[in-house]
């Protein structure tokens, strides 16, 4: 299951930092900086990192 998570912000230094504070805690990527598109307010996007397949799980060198 994909997800990824959403930052709205009434600034965008205040984006900035949220999006930067929640990619530090949960170890995110940011897939969009902060963006006022819309015009309702400041938005950003991360999603989490990928991690490495589980012992017998992925490609399998033969």
């Not at 995110?28 to 963006?35: D, E, L, R």
């Not at 598109?37 to 950003?44: C, S």
Request: aromatic share 4%.
């Amino acid at each position: 299951m994909a997800f990824s998570y959403m930052i709205r912000a009434g600034s965008q230094a205040e984006c900035q930092a949220e999006l930067d504070r929640l990619c530090l805690l949960l170890g995110a990527t940011p897939t969009t900086g902060p963006s006022n598109a819309l015009g309702r307010g400041w938005v950003a996007r991360a999603v989490p990192a990928p991690q490495a397949p589980a012992v017998g799980e992925g490609l399998v060198e033969r």
